[in-house]
Structures are given as structure tokens and as C-alpha cells.
């Protein structure tokens, strides 16, 4: 019975952490959601800039409040410029990945600015996630393995449209870099552990439902949804587990990888020293 107990306890503390570590993404996806079924918009104020002052406001009160540290806001202001230069390739009227269909007057080209926040909110969990669970690593790879690693990401994200697309090979090169490092993330009292490329393929799940979730809202659509809705194609988890690979990294970069020591005959996980 104590082991039961235990588990329960543990279970219900990942579920209202997690929740804690995603309420940027979830308040952005509460008001994507929102304003499709409440459209009180027009000419003078367009859903995206809503979307968008709304999505400041709320950075504004996380930081007043103390909900977010100025280190994570960083990770979020990262990803926003990042995030936006992809969008303003990948929306071009060359290239066509996919497109927002309503009017913006906060935008770039054809991409309305509340667009950085969705990925800012990826980087903005990941950021929280770490604090929040007090994460630890066991095999984590040179630093130097990891950034050359999401380089080649992101520069895929670019030239897979020109030239040979590099996702499989990349995925490959995500397990041959992370295949033997165990994230230790902790609930209560000690420390779990899953394997990071593991973590990242379930939150790139997550990420995926919540991309059906924007599409169906009309945020932004792909090519052949403007006739009719229908689900993101499965394989798109690929490109989102590779996001999450370079979103993980750039976290990294600020919150530096602590090494946790192995497991004790006990059976917990004890902390080791700052790299």
C-alpha cells in the first residue's frame, strides 16, 4: 500500500507540474481556441494583434508575479527571434510551407508576429520544465556534439526546399548524439529518469495534437487544408521532434546541463556538483 501511495502522489505531482511548466502554451492554445468560436474582431483590431498583445500581457504579468524568471523570459525572446525568421522563409510566397489566412497589422511580411509566441511557447516549457522538475543528466554528450547537432537542424528547416532533405539522417545523428543520456527529473522526493530522446518524442507528440488544434482554428493552414480541415499528416512528428531537439539545446545553453550521479543501492538518485 505505501507503494501504491507513493506512485499516486508522484503521478498527481507530474501531472499539476507539467500543467505549472506549460501555462504559457496552454493559455496561448485557450485563446487560439477562443477567438475561433468568439470573433468580436474587425478592421481596427485583427485577431493576430490580439493574439499577439494578449500573448505580451501575459509575459508582462508572469514576470510581475513572479511565475517566470528573467532567464526564461530570455529562452522566450530567443525563440521568438529564431522562430520568426523560419516563419518569414517558410511563408514566403516562393516557398508556401504553410500560411496565416487573416489580416495582421503587428506582422512581417506575411507573417503576423503572434507567430513567434507559439514556438517561444515551446521554449518557454522546456525552460520551466527544467526548474520545475530540477532536472539532471547522466551521459550528456559534449556541448560542442549538441550545437553543431541543431545547427544542422535548423539549416535543414532551410535547404531540405533546394536540396537534399536531411530529417532521416538528422533523426539518426539525435540518437547517435542523445541515444545514451538519461534526463532525471524529480516529483517529490528523488529523482526519476527517462531517456531525453524518449521525452522529446513525447512532448513532440503533444506539440503535434496541439498543431491540429491551431489548424482546425484557422491560426495558420497547410497547403490543401483552405478546401476543407483535415489532420496534420503523422510524419509532421518528425519535424516537431527535431524542433524539440533545438529547443532543448538552446535551453541548454542557458540552464547548463547539471550531471546527476547514478543510482544508490537504495534505489534514489543523488545530485552531483555543477559541470
Known amino acids: 500500500m505505501e507503494g501504491m501511495r507513493v506512485v499516486l502522489k508522484e503521478f498527481w505531482l507530474f501531472g499539476i507540474k507539467q500543467a505549472s511548466a506549460s501555462i504559457f502554451g496552454g493559455y496561448l492554445l485557450a485563446l487560439i481556441l477562443l477567438t475561433k468560436f468568439w470573433d468580436p474582431f474587425d478592421e481596427q483590431f485583427y485577431r493576430y494583434d490580439f493574439l499577439f498583445v494578449a500573448a ?3 509575459q508582462v504579468a508572469l514576470l510581475v508575479f513572479r511565475l517566470e524568471s528573467l532567464r ?10 529564431v ?6 522563409f517558410k511563408t514566403s510566397d516562393a516557398i508556401g510551407s504553410w500560411h496565416y489566412p487573416g489580416d495582421a497589422v503587428i506582422r512581417l511580411g506575411n507573417v503576423p508576429l503572434f507567430a513567434g509566441f507559439m ?3 515551446v521554449g518557454s516549457y ?12 547522466t551521459h550528456y554528450p559534449p556541448v560542442w556534439t549538441t550545437v553543431i547537432l541543431v545547427l544542422l537542424i535548423y539549416m535543414n528547416f532551410f535547404t531540405h526546399h533546394f536540396w537534399i532533405d536531411l530529417r532521416y539522417p538528422l533523426l539518426l545523428g539525435t540518437l547517435a548524439v542523445f541515444g545514451r543520456t538519461r534526463i532525471h527529473f524529480k516529483m517529490d522526493q528523488v529523482h526519476r529518469w527517462m531517456p531525453l530522446v524518449l521525452g522529446c518524442f513525447l512532448v513532440a507528440t503533444f506539440i503535434w495534437f496541439a498543431e491540429n ?5 484557422h491560426i495558420w493552414l497547410y497547403p490543401g487544408q483552405e478546401q476543407g480541415w483535415h489532420m496534420v499528416p503523422i510524419s509532421k512528428l518528425i519535424a516537431w521532434y527535431l524542433l524539440m531537439m533545438l529547443s532543448f539545446v538552446l535551453v541548454s545553453l542557458v540552464r547548463l546541463p547539471i550531471p546527476a550521479m547514478e ?3 537504495r534505489g534514489t538518485i543523488g ?3 555543477r559541470r
Open 56 to 58: 505580451v500581457a501575459f
Open 72 to 81: 526564461e523570459a530570455a529562452v522566450i525572446l530567443i525563440f521568438h527571434i
Open 83 to 88: 522562430a520568426t525568421a523560419m516563419e518569414l
Open 119 to 121: 514556438y517561444s511557447a
Open 126 to 137: 522546456i525552460a520551466r520544465v527544467w526548474r520545475i522538475f530540477d532536472f539532471r543528466f
Open 213 to 217: 488544434l491551431a489548424t482546425y482554428s
Open 263 to 265: 543510482e544508490s543501492p
Open 271 to 273: 545530485i552531483g556538483p
